[in-house]
């Protein structure tokens, strides 16, 4: 999923230390993930890209479900990547250049859908601390989709009583990228026009 200069490389990885043999109840936790999920309509939050070389960057993200997803790059990184419900767009501004690829077909699918069935695809990844859960998703039949490790930390007063921490993501190319969110609110009003992107390809004139 790399284009142009820029890419959001959607991998797995726990954003803690994982502890083998853990007494923590895989079922119990899963229950509480797929709760969240599906109170969640909406999410804005701040974030921070890390790929592997550990090249960084940050942006504001926002999320309405089923399938919306914005991530608005920092003002020097012309960049811009949208869900519209059915496809992820990449928008790179620099170089005028757009590529398109449905949602299901990348990791972000886990996220974007509430529906998604977490409990057939997902698998528990042990924590050092009760107070953090973390999920990898990845469809065994369709591999080239790649993983998604989604992490989340127990907020008494977020949906389900988890607010999500962030991700790792590992996309078919062996891209791995870390994105990390803060200041993160749920259930928000986000218009539709939140996910509409201007295209930079010129116009081709009939003559």
Do not use: C
Not at 14 to 34: E, F, H, K, W, Y
């Amino acid at each position: 999923m790399t284009f142009g200069k820029y890419a959001l490389m959607l991998a797995p990885v726990a954003l803690v230390l994982t502890v083998p043999g853990s007494a923590q109840n895989s079922p119990a936790r899963m229950d509480q993930v797929v709760a969240h999920m599906k109170a969640v309509s909406t999410m804005t939050s701040t974030f921070t890209q890390t790929d592997r070389r550990g090249g960084t960057l940050s942006g504001k993200l926002l999320l309405k479900r089923p399938g919306h997803v914005r991530f608005e790059y920092q003002k020097d990184v012309p960049l811009l990547i949208v869900g519209d419900g059915k496809a992820l767009t990449m928008v790179d501004y620099e170089v005028r250049q757009v590529q398109r690829w449905p949602i299901r077909n990348s990791p972000l699918a886990a996220l974007l859908d509430p529906g998604q069935d977490l409990r057939r695809f997902g698998k528990i990844v042990e924590t050092s601390t009760n107070d953090v859960i973390s999920v990898a998703v990845r469809d065994p039949k369709r591999p080239e989709f790649g993983v998604i490790t989604m992490v989340f930390v127990r907020k008494a007063d977020a949906p389900g009583g988890l607010t999500l921490n962030g991700w790792v993501a590992l996309d078919s190319k062996n891209n791995r990228s870390t994105i990390r969110l803060a200041d993160v609110k749920y259930n928000d009003n986000i218009p539709s026009s939140a996910f509409t992107w201007k295209d930079p390809r010129p116009v081709r004139r009939k003559s």
